[in-house]
């Protein structure tokens, strides 16, 4: 049992393709929001900033956190500095969206703030793992 648990084990031992899928995958998902933005604009976001005191123009910056930032999340440039501003923008969004459910389910039991939290901690782990071998701006670890 355990020689097939260390078969196992040394089959998906495979770190950096697993950072790869990681990048790739939640970049591209994140980045769908942004595309969004760049057609739909960003007078929702806007009005958000608005009710919470901040100016509307506060909104643009919605292209650095949901455009710019997936785009070098996975292409692995700068991966973990736009981590951390991918972090923040999924801070932002729990501030402006969720700030009265933050600590509370849905009907069906799940995280009222569950689609941005998984961003969120998909981008904390990006900023831990690195970018892994597999990006155009690789690191050692």
């Not at 600590?103 to 998984?118: D, L, P, S």
């Amino acid at each position: 049992m355990k020689a097939l648990l260390n078969g196992l084990d040394s089959l998906f031992d495979k770190d950096d393709l697993g950072k790869l899928i990681l990048r790739v995958s939640f970049g591209v998902m994140f980045l769908l929001h942004g595309i969004h933005k760049l057609y739909g604009g960003t007078e929702f976001i806007q009005g958000l900033l608005v009710n919470h005191g901040l100016p509307a123009f506060v909104a643009y910056g919605v292209y650095v956190g949901e455009v710019i930032v997936p785009i070098l999340i996975i292409l692995g440039v700068l991966t973990r500095v736009s981590s951390i501003i991918w972090i923040g923008t999924c801070v932002m969004v729990i501030w402006l969206m969720h700030a009265d459910n933050l600590f509370t389910v849905n009907k069906v039991g799940a995280w009222a703030a569950e689609g941005i939290g998984v961003y969120l901690f998909a981008g904390i782990a990006i900023l831990l793992l690195g970018p892994g071998k597999y990006a155009l701006e690789s690191r050692s670890n």
